[in-house]
């Protein structure tokens, strides 16, 4: 069955750089139109996409963060790496990575379970 | 601001039928792209409930449904239970000058009454 997980630092600094790792089993990222993406949430707020990242390494960010993003794979550790730079409180939240079937369907499937980064000095 | 359009909030008592609306505008939802809708259980996940604008995926009770018609689309709960008591989010992809996105509602919080 597909999991995902997130993992990465609980707490960061305003103005330092945010990596956050998805580990995902199930499934592979070299498979034809499959993709990963990463969600995140403000505590009590709603979803916002923040980047997708395809089998044939095609890379997609939201318009409005593209500036302060990065997203890589590692095939064959099954990983997916997100960089966002220059956090900043705002940036608290939930960070989830989800499984993109293909690329017809633009919906996410899977989601792992989030991981909270909290920006504070 | 959320690019799709919800009410923050609907309730309904067990074993009646509520509706969730999502609008939203020509660059995404009337442009012919699909509507999918999540279920947020408190403090968990979303998990993906419709998908493909009526779809359900296998384990996903038939009392959820899901409708696309224009630039709105909306999720229909009936013989509502009491955990369904949670946020609902709907999600489509937005294609406008200023690039192209995945896009979310701003989220409905459903009460059971």
């Known amino acids: 069955q597909i999991t995902l997980k997130e993992s990465g630092p609980t707490l960061v600094k305003p103005t330092q750089t945010l990596t956050l790792t998805c580990t995902f089993s199930g499934f592979s990222l070299s498979t034809f139109g499959v993709g990963v993406g990463w969600i995140r949430q403000p505590p009590g707020k709603a979803l916002e996409w923040l980047a997708l990242i395809y089998w044939d390494d095609d890379k997609r960010y939201s318009p409005t963060l593209k500036n302060r993003l990065t997203i890589t794979k590692d095939t064959s550790k099954n990983q997916v790496v997100l960089t966002m730079t220059n956090m900043d409180p705002v940036d608290t939240g939930t960070y989830y990575c989800?499984?993109?079937?293909?690329?017809?369907?633009?919906?996410?499937?899977?989601w792992g379970q989030g991981t909270l980064v909290t920006v504070s000095s | 601001q959320s690019v799709l359009t919800q009410p923050p909030s609907v309730s309904g008592a067990p074993g009646q039928r509520v509706t969730i609306s999502c609008t939203g505008s020509?660059?995404?939802?009337?442009?012919?792209?699909?509507v999918h809708w999540y279920q947020q259980l408190p403090g968990t996940a979303p998990k993906l409930l419709i998908y493909?604008?009526?779809n359900r995926p296998s384990g996903v009770p038939d009392r959820f449904s899901g409708s696309k018609s224009g630039t709105s689309a909306s999720l229909a709960i009936t013989g509502l239970q009491a955990e369904d008591e949670a946020d609902y989010y709907c999600q489509s992809y937005d294609s406008s000058l200023s690039g192209s996105s995945v896009v979310f509602g701003g989220g409905t919080k459903l009460t059971v009454l």
């Open positions: 989800a499984h993109r079937p293909n690329m017809v369907a633009t919906t996410f499937d899977y």
């Open positions: 020509s660059s995404n939802i009337g442009a012919g792209y699909d």
């Open positions: 493909g604008n009526s």
